[in-house]
């Protein structure tokens, strides 16, 4: 694999900035020998370049208005998403403002009452007004520990963060609407095989279900019909994550 630094050098000192580059590249190199190994797979080492270029950019997700995933499935996304289209998520941020852009409306989720605010914000000041926003926290309940993150029945997440909260609320938001009548549905935030479950029927012929971080199993386990290649299509993509040192795999599945 050839390494290329960018052309145009950030304001640090000369051994400061080639320290950063081979922290980047070494943390790169780190990641993407452990994915493959857990994965199989070794698809993910052509992005190298785009990600590091990227990394080194200074760029967000949301200055750039794209979604928090793999390379591959920002490119899928970008040819299947039409003006005509209705899309619901779970976990709202530069995803959000993608669909936005591309679609005719947006209906997203969010758990974080301190990203909702920003993210209102941002919306407001970009002018964008085709996104309905629903900010649906987690509930405290106390049978928490009775709950298991792996069961889609039991609503909670296994996030440190959530610990004492269920997010039913949340997950069943998508059932305010009817069955078969969005063009794609993305699952990116809490409680995702929960969320999973509950978008299967809210998904028409021709639309696309989409779980990003599906190699995290316990997200699709025991979704048989999700594996039925008579209903659901599906495409995977792997690789290197949008300006982090991670590595994932994004599902996409396209109702039949």
């Not at 950063?20 to 993407?32: Q, T």
């Not at 679609?103 to 993210?119: A, G, P, Q, T």
């Not at 909260?165 to 998508?174: F, G, Q, T």
Request: aromatic share 14%; glycine share 4%; with cysteine.
């Amino acid at each position: 694999m050839k390494f290329y630094l960018p052309v145009a050098r950030a304001r640090l000192p000369a051994s400061r900035f080639y320290n950063n580059c081979m922290k980047d590249i070494l943390l790169y190199i780190r990641f993407a020998q452990r994915y493959a190994r857990e994965n199989a797979t070794l698809r993910h080492i052509k992005q190298f370049r785009r990600w590091y270029n990227d990394k080194r950019s200074g760029d967000t997700t949301l200055s750039r208005e794209l979604p928090w995933m793999t390379y591959d499935a920002i490119d899928f996304l970008s040819s299947i998403a039409a003006p005509d289209h209705e899309v619901f998520e779970w976990g709202s941020g530069g995803s959000t403002l993608f669909f936005a852009r591309r679609c005719d409306r947006v209906i997203s989720v969010e758990h974080d009452k301190k990203w909702n605010n920003f993210l209102k914000e941002k919306l407001l000041d970009l002018s964008i007004n085709n996104v309905e926003y629903l900010e649906i926290p987690g509930v405290e309940v106390n049978d928490w520990e009775e709950r298991d993150y792996r069961n889609p029945d039991d609503f909670i997440s296994s996030d440190k963060n959530s610990i004492g909260l269920s997010y039913e609320n949340y997950v069943k938001a998508i059932d305010a609407f009817p069955v078969n009548h969005f063009n794609i549905v993305v699952v990116d935030g809490r409680a995702r095989n929960c969320c999973v479950k509950r978008a299967i029927p809210h998904v028409k012929k021709g639309g696309y279900l989409i779980v990003d971080n599906s190699d995290r199993k316990y997200y699709l386990h025991g979704f048989s019909e999700l594996r039925d290649s008579g209903k659901w299509e599906k495409t995977e993509f792997q690789g290197p994550i949008f300006f982090q040192h991670a590595f994932s795999k994004t599902s996409f599945f396209k109702k039949k």
